[in-house]
């Protein structure tokens, strides 16, 4: 039996190692992503084109997601990031950033249930730390990462009657396009990075893989099978360290 998974952001940096940490794993792997499949990209053997954050990628979806043969595991990773002080933030921004970062795992969750309830499998929604401690210039952000975080916590309760797992993951700093973006605004990135790493008790940005690891753990069926409504953090110990020391 071969397992399935569905990506969201199957393109991105944490998405794109997922896809192959999973077909390592021996498992099919189908995706999603609002940018066109490049032909190199081989671990994704099932693909959709679309954007979740539109309110009309819901017919899409779910002929998607009815295409495939199973459904075993779900992996919400879709997302973006906007970092602006709270009082520069337009609404329409605030929508889009809600739109793609939570609306789309609710969107997903919600298409994937009845497939997920005949393989009794499970969701892993990619979170963040910015959903426990976060800094200047990522409230919506960090809101939507800490709703996210609720939703998987009342998601589980739910979902437990079917059997389905659902569960969180919480990257710290990991090597990806979305935090090279962020330190893009600093005078300096290449010092904001590394002030990044020295920060980080374990001294040392995660490579996405290391994330997309500890998505797997979840999602396995064996090895995480009495695991469900969990946040598991993967932030090199960042959170450990108090921010007035």
């Known amino acids: 039996m071969i397992r399935t998974v569905f990506i969201t952001g199957v393109l991105g940096g944490i998405g794109a190692a997922t896809a192959r940490v999973f077909k390592e794993a021996g498992w099919h792997v189908a995706g999603m992503d ?40 779900v992996v919400n990773n879709a997302a973006i990031q906007i970092k602006k002080p709270l009082h520069e933030l337009s609404v329409a921004e605030w929508d889009q950033l809600f739109a793609a970062n939570l609306r789309s795992a609710f969107l997903v969750s919600r298409t994937a249930y009845g497939a997920l309830a005949r393989t009794t499998g499970c969701i892993v929604n990619v979170a963040s730390v910015h959903a426990i401690a976060t800094s200047p210039g990522m409230a919506a952000y960090a ?37 090279r973006a962020g330190v893009a605004q600093a005078a300096s990135p290449e010092a904001a990075l590394e002030n990044l790493r020295l920060r980080t008790p374990l001294r040392r940005i995660a490579e996405p893989e290391e994330i997309s690891r500890v998505i797997l753990f979840l999602a396995d069926g064996v090895a995480a099978s009495y695991v469900t409504g969990q946040t598991l953090i993967a932030d090199g110990g960042a959170l450990l360290r108090l921010g007035t020391e």
């Open 34 to 73: 609002q940018r066109p499949l490049p032909g190199a990209q081989t671990a994704v053997d099932q693909f959709l084109e679309g954007d979740l954050a539109r309110a009309d990628v819901g017919e899409s979806l779910e002929k998607f997601i009815g295409s495939l043969d199973r459904l075993d595991a």
């Open 143 to 179: 809101a939507s990462k800490a709703a996210l975080v609720a939703l998987t916590r009342s998601a589980a309760l739910e979902m437990a009657e079917d059997g389905i797992r659902v569960n969180a993951v919480l990257p710290g700093a990991v090597d990806t396009p979305m935090l």
